[in-house]
Nanobody, 126 residues
Framework: QVQLVESGGGSVPAGDSLRLSCEAS????????VAWFRQSLGEEHEFVAG????????AYADSAKGRFTMSRDNAKKMIYLQMNNLKPEDTAVYYC???????????????????WGRGTQVTVSS
């Protein structure tokens, strides 16, 4: 399994931008499906964005469409989440996740991912 470490979180006012990074270590990273999830206090993990395997197509939650952009650099073993026009409701701990075994229909389910980072806090003030 790959190991994941997130960075780039912070506290920003509404309307600002942040870029989250996730560094992976381990073999065969390019074969993994990867995703960003977030978790607000007392809530379940919420799917934000993901790429199924290495097919080059990204899926986004409705709340992220038009504001967030996910990207992946297999050579550097990095995943990124560019977040623009942040809103207070985006406040959460953001996690990157990876899986070698998930199927496309489970891409948005946190239970389908075996590898998780520790998360990075994003706080957006109004």
């Amino acid at each position: 399994q790959v190991q994941l470490v997130e960075s780039g979180g912070g506290s920003v006012p509404a309307g600002d931008s942040l870029r989250l990074s996730c560094e992976a270590s381990g073999r065969d990273f390019n074969t993994y499906s990867v995703a960003w999830f977030r978790q607000s206090l007392g809530e379940e993990h919420e799917f934000v964005a993901g790429m199924f395997r290495n097919y080059g197509k990204y899926a986004y939650a409705d709340s992220a469409k038009g504001r967030f952009t996910m990207s992946r650099d297999n050579a550097k073993k990095m995943i990124y989440l560019q977040m623009n026009n942040l809103k207070p409701e985006d406040t959460a701990v953001y996690y990157c996740a990876a899986s070698r075994t998930l199927i496309a229909s489970t891409q948005r389910l946190s239970s389908a991912y075996q590898s998780w980072g520790r998360g990075t806090q994003v706080t957006v003030s109004s």
